[in-house]
């Protein structure tokens, strides 16, 4: 027996945060930052706690999910909360995405996370708070890719 074609179930992760699609095809785009971010981290400790954030993220999300993914990071306005930011990334991400209930918000590693799925597709973020406060926190994400 000739086999006459293979599916290729690609697995991908957001996180940041993507848009809509039931594991089906093209990964949906990263969905839009919060109002008042800025891209990129900028510079200084609170940069060095978001590495390590990410990298940390990264390494927990492999374990549910393949690569590879695409990494977005922005400097949030001070004061921005944690609330705000989860309501926005959900409303972004649509109905059909649920949380990952495997990752907690607080895994005691020093940030803040939350993740969503829709079947094959994954999407994280994780807020830092900036060092010193008035600095803003640092806002990572992570997201599906197309292999």
């Known amino acids: 027996m000739i086999a006459t074609g293979i599916r290729v179930s690609t697995v991908l992760l957001a ?27 900028g510079e200084g400790e609170t940069v060095t706690a978001a590495s390590l954030a990410m990298t940390d993220l990264r390494r927990r999300l492999d374990k549910h999910f393949d690569g590879p993914w695409e990494h977005l990071g922005y400097r949030l306005p001070a004061g921005t909360g944690w609330d705000a930011l989860t ?41 830092v708070e900036g060092r010193p ?13 197309d292999d």
């Open 15 to 41: 996180t940041l945060l993507a848009t809509g699609a039931c594991g089906q095809g093209e990964p949906p785009p990263p969905p839009p930052a919060p109002a008042g971010a800025v891209n990129g981290l």
């Open 87 to 127: 309501a926005h990334y959900a409303g972004e991400l649509g109905a059909t995405w649920t949380e990952d209930t495997r990752y907690p918000e607080d895994g005691g590693t020093g940030y803040r996370s939350k993740v969503w799925r829709d079947g094959d597709f994954s999407a994280g973020i994780a807020l």
């Open 133 to 145: 406060p008035a600095d803003g926190a640092a806002l990572i994400v992570l997201v599906s890719e």
